[in-house]
C-alpha cells in the first residue's frame, strides 16, 4: 500500500464518492477515458495555462529584443531562456495541482468547477511548491542548455509532480521521495496503467496535444493513487 500519511477518516471518506463504483473492473487507463470524455470541461485550466505561457513568453522574448537592440544581449538570451523554462516548470506544476482537484470531483461523481479547484489549490500551495520550484529550475536549466534526452527527464519529473498532487487532493502527504517510490513499485501492480502514465507526462510537454493529455493522465493518476 502507499506509504502516504492518511489524512482524518472524514476527508478521506468524501473522496471515495460514487463515480468510481466498485463494480467496475476495467484497467484504469480505460476508466480515466471514460471519465475525461465525460468531463471535457478539464480542458479549461490547460487552455488558460497555455494562453498565459504564450502571455509571459512574448513578453520576455521582446524585452530581449530591446536589450539585444541596445547592445545589451551579452548573456540575456540565456536568462531569458531560463527564465522562461523556470516558469515553465512552475506553471506546469500548479496546473496539474488544478486539474488534480477536479479530477478528484469527477472521479467521486461530480463536476469540474474550475473556481473550486483554484481555490483548493492556493489553500495547498506550500504543500506542492517546494517540489514545483525543483522542477522549476530544471527545467529553467533544460532551456538554457541543451541536454540530451530532455524531454524524457522532464516527462519523469512530471510523473512525480502527478503523484504528489493526487496525493494532495486525496488526503495523502508525500514528498518527492514518496512519489517516486509509489511510482516505482506501481509497475508491479498494474504495469500497463504505469506505462499509460508515463507517456501522458512525456506528452504533457507538447502544446495543443497537452490540452487534452493533461487532463487524462491526472484522472488516471488519481484512480491509481486512490487503489494503490
Do not use: C
Not at 479530477?103 to 514545483?132: F, I, M, R, Y
Not at 527527464?153 to 498532487?165: P, R, S
Not at 517516486?180 to 506505462?195: C, R
Amino acid at each position: 500500500m502507499i506509504n502516504f500519511r492518511i489524512a482524518p477518516k472524514t476527508v478521506r471518506s468524501f473522496f471515495k464518492g460514487y463515480g468510481w463504483p466498485s463494480y467496475n473492473y476495467r484497467p484504469l487507463y480505460l476508466q480515466a477515458i471514460d471519465f475525461f470524455t465525460k468531463n471535457l470541461g478539464m480542458i479549461i485550466p490547460t487552455i488558460i495555462a497555455l494562453i498565459i505561457s504564450i502571455i509571459i513568453a512574448f513578453v520576455l522574448n521582446g524585452l530581449t529584443s530591446l536589450l539585444a537592440f541596445a547592445g545589451l544581449s551579452f548573456g540575456v538570451i540565456h536568462v531569458t531562456a531560463f527564465i522562461i523554462g523556470f516558469i515553465s516548470g512552475v506553471i506546469y506544476s500548479f496546473l496539474i495541482l488544478v486539474e488534480a482537484y477536479e479530477a478528484g470531483a469527477v472521479v467521486s461523481g461530480g463536476v469540474p468547477d474550475l473556481g473550486l479547484a483554484w481555490q483548493s489549490t492556493l489553500n495547498t500551495k506550500e504543500k506542492l511548491l517546494p517540489s514545483a520550484l525543483i522542477v522549476g529550475l530544471i527545467y529553467g536549466l533544460f532551456s538554457t542548455f541543451f541536454v540530451p534526452g530532455a524531454i524524457l527527464i522532464e516527462g519523469l519529473l512530471l510523473i512525480i509532480i502527478y503523484v504528489i498532487a493526487s496525493a494532495i487532493v486525496n488526503g495523502y502527504k508525500a514528498g518527492i521521495g514518496e512519489a517516486i517510490d509509489w511510482y516505482s513499485k506501481s509497475f508491479s501492480k498494474d504495469g500497463a496503467s504505469a506505462v499509460v502514465l508515463l507517456l501522458g507526462a512525456i506528452l504533457s510537454l507538447i502544446p495543443i496535444l497537452n490540452l487534452f493529455v493533461i487532463p487524462y493522465t491526472e484522472i488516471l493518476a488519481t484512480l491509481m493513487i486512490r487503489k494503490y
